[in-house]
């Protein structure tokens, strides 16, 4: 009985087809490059007036001034704090809800009342979690302070049907934006 070598054998066909699947895989790589390249300027430029109309929606000014190096910035989910003229804050927080990151404007007026609530940016259900855009839902925040509690949990604010982890994404979030106003407050 002979003994056959086993191992790995390199065959003109295999390295063949190894050389074409890299230059295609390299070629795919240089366009997506080139195409983001091409957009990442106007991608960061529409996502900047996104951001700028939010602001404007929940507590409207003639500026807004990034607030620098504030101990409210240690409070979990808050991303940026803007002072808007001596109307208040608006406050962007970042909670994580059930389709993943929401980005969530919050003003806040010198009376440490939320003003207004904007979804930047969220990728929950459709149908369920992306309810959370409609007026009906972010309403029950307007005129609200101190800590905010979906109904279940005995506050005032009504869940979204079939959404639960997103309504308290949103209301977490609304929290920290009154904690970090609350912090701007102690610390002025």
Known sequence: MTEEKKGFRLDWATLKLAVILFA???????LLGLVNKVTSERIAAFNAEKTAAAMRAVLPAESYTRVEDS?????DLVRDIYTADDKGWVVM??????????????GVDMAEE??????????????????????SFRSQFIGKSGAVALKKHGGEIDALTGATVTSTAVTNGLNAALAAVAELRRGA
């Open 24 to 30: 295609f895989a390299a070629v795919v790589a240089i």
């Open 71 to 75: 101990a409210a910035y240690k409070i």
């Open 93 to 106: 927080v970042v909670p994580t809800g059930f389709g993943g990151e929401l980005e969530i404007a919050v």
């Open 114 to 135: 939320v003003t207004g609530v904007s979804i930047i940016r969220m990728s929950e259900t459709s149908g369920l979690g992306a309810n959370a855009h409609r007026e």
